[in-house]
């Protein structure tokens, strides 16, 4: 039984990190209906931007961890990815507005494979290890909960957890409750008819992209801080997962990038862990997972929380 | 048929070169055996080259990156067999990239030598295909017996199903061990590129072995022993010479503190020829040559040993040279190559401690 509590945590702090990368592809879509696939990219960028500004921050600690240093790491990241989101958005995706939707898609693949070249020339290919930001270890359970002591949960587990919690909410928050997030809604419904209504569609475009790409770099840094090596490639598996997580939620729909995060990571980690007992070979995880992927889109096309628009003609 | 026509082409376009191939990992997860397994050979030919070539001819290396990427190799072994028209081709470090190569290089008629694939199956696609190092069956049961040495009787296995080499080297341990008296309490897999373990680790836990075999490549391992510590598992860890990489113990911190491994040499073994080979590879690149640095030298160096014998890079003369190769001396060992051209060489097992490899013993084939 406590196994299984154990793995269950496992799998919530494996979808957390999927839920977390799969905000931003999802919120990114849900605007402008394209799918970023340099997204895993950018998240890639925000763990090496950690990488370097964290030995000078640290300083002020004397190199010890400390939490207002991670957050400063954490915040100086995603203004730094923020960045990097709005000037690939002006470079590479403006000039193709107009063109059609997979001429995009393909310079997203174009600007994924620049940034992973980029990388291993500027950053080595070899991994690197990240400093460890807040001291991560695990939490001591009290006594007084019994046969739960022998639980392992590490404070960055909880850190992954809380923050992509806090993250949902505030995106939610701006998407529906803000004037520009009012703007990013109604340019999604219609570009035309927003731009008519006074709306600047290059700046909500511009904020949509910028608010995406700080997503990512937030979750470069919190992922780096629970799994210390990062290389230039470390975007790629990521990526696709959080991608599929958004597409199990219904893509476009925020809380359902959460859900479909956290089911496909607790769904890996029962068939790992239980494998021996299932007679699947643990090999079989991702082909057990996107089986699942697949039955649920059969019976819900749309995803788990994904609605369904009726296309005019 | 083939290869007279590639040497026919040779000989046309140039009369004071050797064309010789090397497909590597220079980027991606595999980047550190690429990149010295590269450095290795580059050294040795310019040392050859220095000294007069062989034949009379300078040797130009002609260097491909695979960027660690399956499907890769083939398309660029290609390119160095058609366009390049080289005469011999050195390559891979892993077994999965070398056995998508091989095919290739036996159908052409193009020798290829593999610094440091130690799967099994490498050399048995064909006579065009040999290599300096030791293999699997050989490097498992070197870790079994050691295991059963240390008196661990209790052995978790976790694997990583995507590399024809871990799956053939944990085969082999297992085969081993189970035949000496011990006992696997598990096998648990993960794949490569995966950057979190917990759920092999919280299954692997309850089993409380005396010890987790993992013979994964560095990238992997060092996660491995870093959320091991972090479950509270003490056990120490065995492995292969995939744990060779620059990043392991910057990534594994003490986690793999007390940890084995099985390797091709030992950079602080005293011999002389070790020594003045980690001089020269220092002073040319700035860093400690690890194992496959010293085994792309020794490729490229029996390389060039079998041209001057064959007398000519014409096959199958060259090929039947390299087969014949007895007695080389190598950095990592006397090289000779047995009936199907693997070298039969011994092993040395390493383990960590003070943030360092440290030499602990030499065992004979």
């Given at each position: 039984m406590i196994e299984f509590i154990q793995q269950l945590i496992n799998g919530l702090s494996l979808g957390a990190i999927y839920a977390l990368i799969a905000l931003g592809y999802t919120m990114v879509y849900g605007v402008l209906r394209f799918i970023n696939f340099a997204h895993g990219d950018v998240f890639m960028v925000g763990a090496f931007a950690g990488f370097y500004i964290a030995p000078a921050v640290l300083k002020f600690s004397n190199g010890n961890p400390s939490w207002t240093g991670a957050a400063i790491v954490l915040i100086l990241a995603m203004v730094i990815c923020a960045i990097l989101g709005i000037v690939i958005e002006k470079l590479a995706y403006r000039p193709l507005?107009?063109?059609?939707?997979l001429t995009v898609l393909i310079t997203a693949i174009g600007v994924s494979l620049f940034l992973e070249n980029f990388g291993q020339y500027a950053f080595g290919v070899d991994p690197q290890f990240f400093p460890d930001l807040i001291g991560d270890h695990a939490i001591t359970i009290p006594a007084w909960c019994g046969p739960f002591t022998d639980l392992t949960i590490m404070v960055s587990q909880v850190l992954v957890f809380v923050i992509t919690i806090v993250l949902l909410v505030a995106l939610r928050f701006i998407v529906m409750k803000t004037k520009l997030g009012m703007a990013m809604r109604a340019l999604s419904v219609n570009p035309l008819a927003t731009s008519l209504m006074g709306v600047n569609n290059d700046v909500v475009i511009s904020f949509t992209f910028g608010l995406g790409s700080a997503l990512a770099g937030a979750a470069g840094i919190l992922i780096s801080i629970q799994q210390p090596s990062i290389d230039p490639l470390m975007g790629l598996q990521p990526g696709i997962k959080a991608f599929v997580a958004a597409v199990l939620g219904g893509i476009g729909n925020i809380p359902g990038a959460a859900l479909g995060g956290v089911l496909l990571g607790v769904i890996e980690t029962l068939v790992v862990g239980y494998s021996d007992r299932l007679h699947i070979p643990s090999g079989y995880r991702d082909a057990v997972a996107f089986f699942l992927l697949i039955l649920i889109l059969l019976f819900k096309p749309t995803g788990l929380l994904g609605r369904v628009e009726r296309e005019k003609v | 048929m083939l290869a007279a026509l590639c040497l026919g082409t040779i000989s046309a376009l140039g009369q004071d070169k050797i064309e010789v191939g090397e497909y590597a990992s220079?980027?991606?997860?595999n980047a550190s055996f690429g990149q010295s397994s590269h450095n290795g050979i580059a050294l040795a030919f310019d040392e050859i080259n220095a000294a007069g070539g062989v034949l009379g001819k300078q040797i130009d290396l002609i260097t491909e990156d695979d960027?660690?990427?399956?499907?890769?190799p083939s398309t660029i072994v290609r390119k160095l067999i058609s366009q390049d028209h080289v005469i011999a081709i050195l390559g891979e470090i892993a077994s999965s990239k070398s056995l998508e190569a091989a095919p290739i290089c036996q159908e052409n008629k193009i020798p290829m030598i593999s610094p440091g694939s130690t799967n099994e199956k490498v050399t048995q696609v064909g006579d065009y295909i040999s290599r300096v190092c030791f293999i699997d069956p050989f490097q498992g049961k070197v870790m079994a017996k050691f295991a059963i040495s240390k008196g661990w009787k209790n052995v978790a296995i976790l694997t990583d199903v995507k590399q024809d080499y871990c799956v053939g080297l944990a085969n082999a341990f297992r085969d081993s061990f189970t035949a000496s008296g011990?006992?696997?309490?598990k096998n648990s897999t993960y794949s490569t590129g995966d950057k979190d373990f917990r759920a092999q680790l919280t299954d692997i836990k309850p089993t409380h072995p005396d010890a987790i075999f993992v013979p994964g490549y560095y990238g992997e391992v060092a996660l491995i022993a870093r959320q091991a510590r972090q479950f509270g598992i003490k056990a120490p860890l065995l492995g292969g010479?995939?744990?060779?990489?620059?990043?392991l113990l910057k990534v594994a911190g003490h986690a793999l503190d007390g940890s084995y491994f099985s390797n091709h040499y030992s950079q602080d073994d005293p011999s002389p020829v070790i020594q003045s080979f980690v001089k020269t590879y220092q002073a040319k690149f700035g860093q400690v040559p690890d194992a496959m640095a010293a085994l792309g030298y020794d490729a490229a160096k029996m390389l060039a040993d079998a041209i001057t014998r064959a007398g000519t890079t014409g096959e199958p003369q060259l090929r039947d040279a390299i087969a014949g190769t007895?007695?080389?001396?190598g950095v990592t060992g006397d090289i000779t190559l047995d009936a199907d051209r693997n070298a039969i060489k011994a092993a040395v097992i390493l383990t960590i401690a003070n943030g360092g490899f440290q030499f602990v013993q030499r065992v004979a084939p």
């Open positions: 507005r107009d063109r059609p939707r | 220079l980027s991606g997860g960027r660690s990427v399956a499907g890769e011990g006992a696997v309490v010479d995939g744990w060779v990489g620059e990043s007895k007695n080389f001396k």
